[in-house]
């Protein structure tokens, strides 16, 4: 007896099948180059941390000879470097044979100063966020352009889900033969069924981890990360703590220039502000700490290797030490802590680890991290791997058009947008949690479906070019 399906009982799911390949379609369309685009990008800022260091640190290399002097003396040399400059910050070196930087703010501008630890000599300054590093992540985050740059961003990524859901359903195999390609790619086809082929596999393998890198990107966007899930996981240290608080965010006191510094869970957390007698012991109780009593203090706590130590400036302004594996800081984000430190008494007034973050938070500080191979050489090379896919994606998908396109013309030519379309409530009903779930990328999605049928398909000139 023959399994087969009858003509017209197929007919509805391949009406469905060409209806979820023109969405793919579309998707794709809008997603790929800022898909290309992030793969680029991250590949760079990936890189750069290995070769120059993520503060351009590793361009200024040490040679370790005895103790190292004083950080006040090595603060004193990047001053000098620096006449008039306000000291902002201090990066403790990573490894003995890495330069400590500081940040010497000069009127509007901010210059990084790397020092020899065990000397106390400049070795050499630069504009902040002047790098390799801070070029590719401006591009990445926001194109360069605010505001605008990340909101396509954030659709495009929500887009990328779309790309995933309807790609797995155009991979999936039903009864197709095995030479068709399912798992690994039918290398004997030729021409556009060869690139269809390796499109197809590499979409596949690489559709959990696009998946991921998509949503933890998606946490840092504008409205689906800053209005959304950030701001129900924004970590309550005025609940957690009798400290007084300012009317400004981590974000705004310490991601100074655009550097993501600050753990995701703190971004939206108000900070502690310096002058009151609350906190617990820290320091010696009522005497205002340097330079060197923080430090010292900061590794007797357990802030080992590299770490970030803001300089108050402002009268109610904190010591705020912190270390985190989203700056590089470290390879362990279990380990994330920032501690802040009343500037006139020495208290603490407040000490925040991986520990006190709650369940999403927690996922987020992992996430980031294997987001920027961040946690060693295995996820460096998969980061990588991921990144070069993602590119190969992108370019297949353009080469698979140009090859299926009218020849002559310069049309789009999506798949056919069949006349009857099964289980479109359904589609529908799904497009309405994706809007629920990403609004900006759910409202652009239900606007191009609507445009779609609604327009493109009923007007003969629009359908001719888009059809």
């Known amino acids: 007896m023959s399994l087969a399906q009858p003509a017209s009982a197929r007919e509805p799911a391949r009406h469905f099948y060409f209806a979820v390949w023109r969405w793919h379609f579309y998707a794709g369309l809008y997603v790929a180059p800022f898909l290309a685009m992030l793969a680029v990008t991250g590949v760079i800022m990936v890189w750069s941390t290995v070769f120059v260091g993520r503060d351009g640190e590793k361009a200024f290399p040490v040679v370790p000879a005895g103790t190292e002097r004083s ?24 490894t003995p044979e890495t330069a400590a930087l500081f940040r010497v703010n000069a009127g509007d501008a901010a210059v990084m100063v790397a020092v020899d630890p065990y000397k106390a000599e400049a070795l050499g300054a630069w504009p902040r966020r002047n790098g390799w590093y801070d070029f590719a992540e401006t591009i990445h985050g926001s194109l360069m352009i605010g505001t605008v740059g990340d909101r396509l961003i954030e659709i495009a990524c929500g887009f990328g889900i779309v790309l995933i859901v309807t790609g797995l359903y155009l991979w999936w195999p039903r009864a197709r033969r095995v030479d068709d390609g399912v798992l690994v790619p039918n290398l004997s086809l030729k021409g556009r069924m060869w690139w269809k082929s390796l499109h197809k596999v590499v979409g596949f393998w690489s559709a959990g981890l696009l998946l991921v890198f998509l949503l933890t990107g998606l946490s840092w966007a504008g409205v689906w990360g800053e209005k959304f899930t950030q701001a129900w996981n924004t970590f309550p240290i005025g609940k957690w703590y009798d400290t007084p608080l300012s009317d400004v965010s981590h974000a705004a006191a310490l991601n100074d220039g655009g550097a993501k510094n600050v753990p995701w869970t703190l971004e939206q957390t108000p900070m502690p502000v310096s002058g009151s007698n609350a906190g617990t012991s820290g320091l010696k109780d009522g005497v205002a700490p340097d330079l060197d009593g923080v430090v010292a203090y900061a590794r007797q706590i357990g802030f080992d290797g590299r770490f970030q130590l803001n300089i108050p400036v402002k009268e109610t302004d904190v010591w705020s030490l912190s270390r985190d594996s989203m700056s590089y800081d470290s390879s362990d984000p279990t380990a994330d802590r920032i501690v802040h430190i009343d500037r006139y008494t020495g208290k603490v007034l407040a000490d925040i680890g991986y520990r006190d973050y709650a369940p999403v938070a927690k996922a987020m500080a992992i996430g980031v991290a294997f987001h920027e191979g961040e946690m060693g050489l295995w996820n460096l090379v998969l980061v990588t791997i991921f990144c070069l896919s993602i590119l190969f994606l992108s370019v297949s998908g353009l080469i698979m058009w140009w090859k299926r396109r009218p020849a002559g013309t310069f049309r789009l030519a999506p798949p056919p947008l069949p006349d009857n379309v099964p289980m479109w409530k359904g589609a529908m009903l799904l497009m309405l949690v994706v809007s629920m779930a990403f609004p900006l990328t759910g409202l652009t999605l239900m606007a191009v479906l609507a445009l779609d049928m609604l327009v493109l398909s009923r007007v003969p000139a629009l359908r001719h070019a888009f059809g």
Do not use: D
Request: glycine share 8%; no cysteine.
């Open 71 to 94: 950080v006040t003396e090595q603060a004193a040399a990047a001053l000098s470097y620096v006449p008039g400059g306000v000291l902002k910050q201090y990066i403790a070196p990573r």
